[in-house]
């Protein structure tokens, strides 16, 4: 097969192109491809309209919603220009591309979550990310000076290479901060992997409220071979919420109190249902035994396959909830299936894909959210998975 991205020659069982790192789909086999290829939410699917985006995209609920979703981008060239990642070097000049629009409205924001690099210079995991911190901070000239101290006090506390929330209530994010200081001071082991914590240009007809991004092709090295990849781990903040106070309340308040998400959700919850994706993703990192994703190439590429492959069709999610579930069989004497059981925890958690399958990860993030609301009122049925998770990040 042919890469359509690039015209590189392919394995026909390729998942990916080796020399652009494109996602080949097995609908390149019969010579097609669908730039903007979209797994389907539900009654709300919606597809994504950055014209070279490919995504996969995984959760599902009911109105407003929070959806995890799983993406790896491919952007061809859209007003390229250059940025020099090391000043000491007056040719080091690197392609750089940008996918989405900036700021058009009142609840937008001027940040662009997804810039592309090709040809950069790549030895080690400082140089990865120094781009992502310098793409990061290449934006920040018109941001408030109050929240670019917010944004440092987060990359500072809690380890994030990059943080951009421009547009954003100073106070609003200042509470976003302590959502991460709660989790990391639980799971101090959990820090250094996200990358980026972003606004993102995404209206409500998209149907997330924040979103998880474990796997983002940044760049690509200037080598025959483009290896190594650099790998951002993105949290992503849908701007028509959370530069919305009132209208985020709304849902949150809403989808809380019809049962759709865990009592007692907050207009801060829904990163914390986030940063549960997150700790699954780790847990299957670990799983596999791969310390890193920032930087992909020879040595690790047949693993990070797998791993992308796993944690998009739920089968470690789903390993880990049944184990969760015997445990919880084995200590209390209950006629309960597992669908009832999950269902304890919100009717998020049995969310379900547009073919009729169950999103286990969803069940993961949902038991997450509910612990970190509720502790020890949660839910047995979150207490028990989160238990689970817990052990699985621990090595246990």
Not at 58 to 72: C, D, K, P, S, Y
Request: proline share 3%.
């Amino acid at each position: 097969m042919v890469c359509p991205k690039c015209g590189n020659l392919v394995d026909a069982n390729s998942k990916f192109c080796n020399k652009c790192g494109n996602p080949i789909n097995e609908q390149q086999s019969q010579n097609t491809f669908n730039s903007n290829q979209v797994v389907p939410i539900e009654n709300y699917n919606r597809s994504i309209n950055n014209k070279n985006n490919k995504m996969i995209l995984i959760g599902v609920g009911v109105g407003l919603l929070l959806v995890f979703l799983i993406t790896f981008v491919i952007v061809k060239n859209q007003g390229k220009y250059y940025f020099d990642t090391n000043p000491n070097k007056s040719n080091n000049e690197i392609a750089k591309t940008s996918n989405t629009s900036t700021k058009k409205g009142k609840y937008s924001t001027a940040i662009v979550y997804d810039n592309t690099y090709s040809g950069v210079k790549i030895s080690n995991d400082k140089d990865a990310f120094s781009l992502i911190e310098k793409d990061s901070v290449s934006q920040k000239d018109n941001c408030p000076s109050e929240i670019r101290k917010v944004e440092d006090q987060i990359i500072n506390n809690y380890g994030i290479t990059a943080v951009n929330l421009c547009e954003m209530d100073v106070d609003f994010a200042k509470e976003l901060g302590n959502v991460f200081k709660k989790i990391y001071e639980e799971y101090p082991s959990v820090r250094g992997y996200i990358t980026n914590l972003t606004l993102v240009n995404v209206s409500m007809s998209d149907n997330y409220i924040a979103a998880f991004m474990p796997v983002f092709n940044f760049a690509t090295a200037d080598t025959a071979s483009t290896y190594p990849w650099v790998i951002k781990t993105q949290v992503l903040l849908n701007t028509s919420y959370f530069l919305n106070k009132e209208r985020l309340q709304s849902s949150v308040s809403e989808g809380s109190n019809s049962g759709h998400f865990p009592k007692n959700s907050t207009i801060y919850s829904p990163v914390a249902h986030e940063l549960g994706h997150y700790l699954s993703f780790l847990a299957m990192m670990k799983h596999y035994e791969l310390n890193s994703i920032l930087l992909v190439d020879n040595s690790n590429i047949n693993t990070f396959y797998k791993l992308y492959d796993d944690f998009g069709k739920g089968n470690y999610s789903l390993t880990m909830i049944n184990e969760a579930f015997d445990k919880y069989k084995k200590d209390v004497n209950t006629s309960m299936s597992l669908d009832e059981w999950r269902q304890t925890i919100s009717n998020y958690a049995l969310a379900k894909n547009n073919s009729g399958e169950y999103i286990y990860d969803e069940t993961i993030a949902e038991s997450f959210h509910d612990v970190y609301l509720n502790g020890d009122n949660a839910s047995d049925a979150s207490k028990y998975i989160v238990s689970v998770l817990k052990a699985k990040l621990e090595g246990r």
